[in-house]
Structure formats: C-alpha cells, structure tokens
C-alpha cells in the first residue's frame, strides 16, 4: 500500500505519489480536451480542461489509492447531444485517457534510454523513470479493458456492429461494475484482472524498457 511508504520512506512515497498524481492528472486532461476540441463544452464549463491536479482528483478513489493500492480519477462529464458524431467522438474521448498514458510512458522511456537525467544522480532516477512507465502503462492497458464504467467501454460500442453495439451497452451499463469487481476481486490468491491484463503489460513494457 503506499500509505506505508508515507512513514517507512517518505522521499519514495513523495516520488511515487507524484508520479501517479501526474498520470491521473493528463489522462484525465486528455478526455476533457478532445471534448472540448469536438465541440462540447461540458468539460470546459466544468473547469475540467485543466492540468490542475485538483479539479481531477476523486476523493473515494484517491483514498483507495493511498489505502488499497488502485484507485481512480474524476470521470470528465461529457455530453454526447453536443457531438457531431456521439458514438464515434464519444469513442475518441475515451480513447485520449490511455493514449495520453502511453505517450507518457514513450517518452519516459527514451529519457531512460538515453539516459538524460543522468546529472540527477543524487536520485534513484532510473527506478523512478521505470516506475512512471510501469504505472502510466498499467493505466493505459486497464483503461482499454471493455467494461464500463471503464474507456475501453466506449471504444467497444464504436467498434462493434449497431445492433450488436447497443445490446453491449445496455448490458454493460447494467451490469458493468459487477464484472469489473469480479475482474478485480482476488481469486485462488490473484484476480482474473491481473491474469487477463499482465501478459499485455508485461509485453509493452518489454518494448518500451
């Protein structure tokens, strides 16, 4: 948990918090500025198109966080009657969420590689870059999974034939949080989530670092 490292290590839970503050922060920017670049004004209205960590920061998730280990930012509400195109853009929205954690992680991992930041010495720089390409994958990858209330939900509906498309989402919208607790529930000692989403993670972040 990183409430732990809070009194056990007090610089590393600093870093750690940071790290993960600054992904939830621009994944959640992201969302907000590709709607507002589609033509709704919810999110701007809302003081959502903004890299203030505040305005993203959702108090029962970041107490899950801090205390269980996995937590959550504040959705960014958008309304679908203000889009040119309310599945396809609707999608969009919800991809630029983990497209903006991979971006990250790209570019964190070339600054690894290349080793830049090597006159930070005085810090434990490479475990810090290979932690913020680790969390900003893991977001990305999880993000992805189709089940609301999750990204990868949106995306699916966009994908997936119309009829086929609004029996997923009238499905999902009903039951959605009930499989995402069973995904992330453990079973037999780890839960279906990091059995299904491991494989993944673990194979970008061989490309990456």
């Known amino acids: 948990m990183l409430i732990q490292l809070l009194f056990s290590n007090p610089i590393a839970f600093v870093v750690l918090a940071g790290v993960l503050l600054v992904a939830f922060t621009i994944h959640e920017f992201a969302h907000a500025w590709v709607a507002d670049r589609l033509g709704d004004p919810t999110p701007r209205a809302n003081d959502r198109v903004s890299l203030n960590p505040l305005v993203h920061l959702d108090p029962l998730g970041t107490l899950a966080l801090l205390f269980v280990g996995f937590g959550w930012g504040k959705p960014v509400p958008f309304d679908p009657y203000n889009l040119k195109n309310p599945v396809q853009d609707g999608a969009k929205i919800a991809a630029a969420g983990p ?83 069973f995904l992330i529930l453990p079973w037999s000692g780890s839960s279906p989530l990091s059995r299904l989403i491991s494989p993944v993670i673990d194979w970008v972040l061989g490309l990456l670092i």
């Open 99 to 181: 497209i903006s954690n991979l971006l990250i992680a790209g570019t964190l991992a070339i600054v690894y590689k290349l080793g830049i930041l090597g006159f930070l010495s005085f810090l434990p720089i490479d475990a810090i870059l290979t932690y913020a390409v680790t969390i900003n994958v893991v977001l990305a990858v999880f993000n992805l999974l189709p089940v609301y209330p999750l990204d990868g939900e949106k995306i699916a509906v966009a994908l997936l034939p119309r009829p086929t498309a609004i029996e997923f989402e009238q499905f999902m919208h009903r039951y959605g949080t009930y499989v995402l607790l």
